[in-house]
């Protein structure tokens, strides 16, 4: 992960002051990127300690489809019911969101609207031909497309397609999501001489290179490994696409001590024993928990602690 530190280095010398949303202000440089073999081993960060937890659960309820933040706590949690779980494991990396912008458009008990697995899972997709002419008007058909589920059938049949692609940018729906998506869309990678290995890049339009990245690098590197399961690949290459790459001006003393840390030997990932390419997304989802995957071997500094802009 040195090139993670070389990113976080290249921020604070080259960039920016600028006014921000959240009013913390940040330090932001434009158009950065990162890419990793995953020969090398799986991408957690080791100058801290990752929240592999939340990593997980955040994408095991991405793939679900879910966008009720209380969902997320039972998934975080090995799915045990919301109900029966107390304050401290009701808290998720999304609880912030849903008091805040969740709430300020109106929702409550965990809904945050369109976010991220709406999108990956239950598109909003017109269907029909109709118009209005003459005063008369016809009323197009909305359907649910599963984006994602699509990308894999087709990595399965039509493995050098270059629409590999699933997008969670949907222009009309982000006034009703609590956060427009920051890594906003992703794209697939067949390669080999017999189509054996599966890239992945993902490109995003706003860069917490502090709490978010690391977060994003582990995310995608385990959809990744999910879908190269599905598909009967080798995962080989993940690429971050950087946009507004930003450190948080309350987070700088604690990047500057990061800094000084030595990278550790990146740890490999263990998922759960299935029979992934007879299976579909939905039922792989019923038959696994947080707990099912595991780094082994992860060796990792001491945490540091850092705010969430909110």
């Not at 990113?7 to 950065?32: A, H, P, Q």
């Not at 992934?276 to 071997?297: A, G, P, R, W």
Request: glycine residues 6%; contains cysteine; charged residues 25%.
């Amino acid at each position: 992960m040195k090139q993670y530190l070389d990113l976080l280095d290249d921020v604070l010398k080259n960039g920016e002051e600028r006014d921000d949303r959240t009013g913390i202000g940040t330090l932001s440089v434009f158009g950065r990127s990162l890419r990793f073999n995953l020969k090398d081993g799986f991408p957690a960060v080791t100058t801290k300690k990752l929240m592999w937890k939340s990593v997980v659960s955040e994408l095991l309820w991405f793939l679900e489809g879910s966008t009720d933040e209380h969902r997320l706590a039972e998934i975080k949690n090995d799915n045990i019911p919301y109900d029966l779980l107390n304050d401290r494991q009701r808290v998720t990396i999304w609880t912030l969101n849903s008091l805040n912008q969740g709430k300020n458009l109106g929702y409550s008990n965990g809904e945050l609207g369109p976010v991220y697995g709406y999108n990956w899972r239950r598109w909003k997709a017109l269907k029909g031909s109709g118009h209005s002419k003459y005063g008369k008007t016809v009323t197009y058909l909305i359907e649910e497309f599963d984006q994602l589920s699509n990308i894999i059938d087709e990595i399965k049949k039509n493995p050098h397609s270059r629409r590999l692609l699933v997008s969670s940018w949907n222009v009309p729906e982000l006034e009703n999501m609590a956060l427009p998506p920051c890594h906003y869309s992703f794209q697939f990678y067949v390669s080999g001489s017999e189509n054996q290995y599966l890239s992945l890049i993902w490109n995003q339009r706003s860069t917490d290179t502090v709490l978010g990245l690391p977060f994003n690098v582990a995310s995608y590197a385990l959809l990744l490994h999910i879908v190269a399961k599905m598909t009967g690949k080798i995962p080989l290459e993940l690429i971050g696409n950087l946009g507004d790459t930003h450190i948080y001006k309350n987070h700088i003393e604690g990047v500057k001590e990061q800094l000084k840390r030595t990278p550790h030997k990146l740890p490999q990932l263990k998922m759960p024993d299935l029979d992934y390419q007879n299976m579909t997304l939905d039922e792989i989802l019923k038959n696994v928990k947080v707990s099912d995957f595991i780094l082994e071997n992860y060796e990792h500094d001491d945490s540091l602690k850092f705010e969430m802009a909110v």
